[in-house]
T-cell receptor
Framework: AAGVIQSPRHLIKEKRETATLKCYPIPRHDTVYWYQQGPGQDPQFLISFYEKMQSDKGSIPDRFSAQQFSDYHSELNMSSLELGDSALYFC???????????????FGPGTRLLVL | AQKITQTQPGMFVQEKEAVTLDCTYDTSDPSYGLFWYKQPSSGEMIFLIYQGSYDQQNATEGRYSLNFQKARKSANLVISASQLGDSAMYFCAMREGDSGNTPLVFGKGTRLSVIA
């Protein structure tokens, strides 16, 4: 079965640089979520999109922005990178208006970002 | 207050034995979903099992079962016949509200080590 695809898998950036993370959801999934997981931490919700509109917003810094495109893929843009942005960034997708088992969020493999 | 509490930072279990990972949750919303995810050392977040707040029966998925005690607000994961490959971090997560596409809130996780 098709899974969530994230690219790149690994990324090394310098402080104050920018980064763009991409996410391709499972086919037919209309909702995309972004989570950040720092070392030894639990995942923290950043932002989500349903049908190309922002759905919920979590602890996403103002330096970050995201969008969902017409083909449902999503991009997380990160500017003025700081050392503290080093983390594993997950994208997850789900069927937005489903309830019950069908609402399950499936996670991509993550992008490991290291800021030097 | 923590929405999801996992009180066991680490657990050890002998191969082929059963193990229970604890999870308690805090919500005043009558509608919610509870999830367990497995995160091996490679980093991916693997969905294991789902329990809806209105489900009458405990969820089961192969060797995984969820001991759902609604009045106690607990959703413990039971892994039967542990295998070496079960060694990983396990996260309990919750989605609140009627909408199926609200973000997940995670617990701090339990690191399970299976001993041969």
């Amino acid at each position: 079965a098709a899974g969530v695809i994230q690219s790149p898998r690994h990324l090394i950036k310098e402080k104050r640089e920018t980064a763009t993370l991409k996410c391709y959801p499972i086919p037919r999934h209309d909702t995309v979520y972004w989570y950040q997981q720092g070392p030894g931490q639990d995942p923290q919700f950043l932002i989500s999109f349903y049908e190309k509109m922002q759905s919920d917003k979590g602890s996403i810094p103002d330096r970050f922005s995201a969008q969902q495109f017409s083909d449902y893929h999503s991009e997380l843009n990160m500017s003025s990178l700081e050392l503290g942005d080093s983390a594993l960034y997950f994208c997850a997708s789900s069927l937005g208006l489903s309830w019950g088992y069908q609402e399950t969020q499936y996670f991509g493999p993550g992008t490991r970002l290291l800021v030097l | 207050a923590q929405k999801i509490t996992q009180t066991q930072p680490g657990m050890f279990v002998q191969e082929k034995e059963a193990v229970t990972l604890d999870c308690t949750y805090d919500t005043s919303d009558p509608s919610y979903g509870l999830f367990w995810y497995k995160q091996p050392s490679s980093g991916e977040m693997i969905f294991l099992i789902y329990q809806g707040s209105y489900d009458q029966q405990n969820a089961t998925e192969g060797r995984y079962s969820l001991n759902f005690q609604k009045a106690r607000k607990s959703a413990n994961l039971v892994i039967s016949a542990s295998q070496l490959g079960d060694s990983a971090m396990y996260f309990c997560a919750m989605r609140e509200g009627d909408s199926g596409n609200t973000p997940l809130v995670f617990g701090k996780g339990t690191r399970l080590s299976v001993i041969a």
